[in-house]
T-cell receptor, first 107, second 113 residues
Framework: RKEVEQDPGPFNVPEGATVAFNCTYS??????FFWYRQDCRKEPKLLMS???SGNEDGRFTAQLNRASQYISLLIRDSKLSDSATYLC????????FGAGTRLTVKP | NAGVTQTPKFRILKIGQSMTLQCAQD?????MYWYRQDPGMGLKLIYY???????DKGEVPNGYNVSRSTTEDFPLRLELAAPSQTSVYFC????????????FGPGTRLLVL
């Protein structure tokens, strides 16, 4: 079993749609959680950290469920510019990256 | 600030050749990392450094070496290139603990033929 698993997608959604990604992790001792965004042929960039109480940044909402060992990312009112691959990152002693979920937002 | 810079952007190597991937950061970060990303796979940690003069192995260190003589620079050395080392290599840095937000360089695409 992979340490961090994500549905690879692709998710193809129209502009304005709401889309959600899930990510599961195997190490119950994991302490920090992040979502990174990676555009095609570019480096990953931090989208948001994920806190136990859940957190929101504009159209983006992240949730953590420690009991079930998964984190989620919700994107509301999708924009064309949201098209990218979203990487789930989980950290205990070091950071472990998921393979990413690809999102394409279409006009 | 330039952030994290990497050179070269792209390189083709023949099997058995060696090369050094350069990485530098100007944010005075203590922690630096080297990752590789293969198609459809997550980033894998090759080596990391917690400060000048201190390096340690990550998840996939075989075939690579690193050094950290200054806070700013963290080069990655491939001694005998193999086709399995064809990948995109990312350097990253963070200020304090390893789990803190990491800032990535633009990557080096390496093709070994």
């Amino acid at each position: 079993r992979k340490e961090v698993e994500q549905d690879p997608g692709p998710f193809n959604v129209p502009e304005g749609a709401t889309v959600a990604f899930n990510c599961t992790y195997s190490n119950s001792a994991s302490q920090s959680f992040f979502w990174y965004r990676q555009d095609c042929r570019k480096e990953p960039k931090l989208l948001m950290s994920v806190y136990s109480s859940g957190n929101e940044d504009g159209r983006f909402t992240a949730q953590l469920n420690r009991a079930s060992q998964y984190i989620s990312l919700l994107i509301r009112d999708s924009k064309l510019s949201d098209s990218a691959t979203y990487l789930c990152v989980v950290s205990s002693n070091d950071m472990r990256f998921g393979a990413g979920t690809r999102l394409t937002v279409k006009p | 600030n330039a952030g994290v810079t990497q050179t070269p952007k792209f390189r083709i190597l023949k099997i058995g050749q060696s090369m050094t991937l350069q990485c530098a950061q100007d944010m005075n970060h203590n922690y630096m990392y080297w990752y590789r990303q293969d198609p459809g796979m997550g980033l894998k940690l090759i080596y990391y450094s917690v400060g000048a003069g201190i390096t340690d192995k990550g998840e996939v260190p075989n075939g690579y070496n690193v050094s950290r003589s200054t806070t700013e620079d963290f080069p990655l050395r491939l001694e005998l290139a193999a086709p399995s080392q064809t990948s995109v290599y990312f350097c990253a840095s963070s200020y304090r603990i390893r789990e803190e937000t990491q800032y990535f360089g633009p990557g080096t695409r390496l093709l070994v033929l």
